[in-house]
């Protein structure tokens, strides 16, 4: 046997309906009015992606195509910007 919810006396229960307007909907959650929290695992056959062998999802992944900065010149000579005063 459960407890039952938490609610108000009928009276109050229709004096706050008649101000409402409408039908209150409680919006606690107890645990008579909710799922079972170990619902039965689900029994779905193998997908395309069931193995990470032939998965292209792990060849597009962008952390695996993430690679050190390449250097396009190497010893090359920087111009150098030049100061703004003119030295005698």
């Known amino acids: 046997m459960s407890v039952p919810p938490r609610d108000l ?3 109050m229960r229709w004096f706050r309906n008649f101000f ?3 039908e209150f909907k409680n919006s606690l959650r107890f ?7 170990s619902p ?3 029994n779905l ?3 395309p992606s ?5 998965n ?5 992944d962008g952390r695996r195509m993430a690679r050190p900065p390449v250097v396009l010149l190497e010893d090359a ?5 030049t100061s703004g005063v003119k030295e005698k």
């Open 50 to 54: 069931h193995k990470l062998f032939s």
């Open 20 to 22: 409402l307007g409408r």
């Open 40 to 42: 039965p695992p689900p």
């Open 77 to 81: 000579k920087r111009k150098a910007i």
């Open 45 to 47: 056959p193998d997908g």
């Open 56 to 60: 292209y999802y792990f060849t597009r």
């Open 9 to 11: 006396s009928p009276f």
């Open 31 to 37: 645990q008579d009015l909710v799922g079972t929290r």
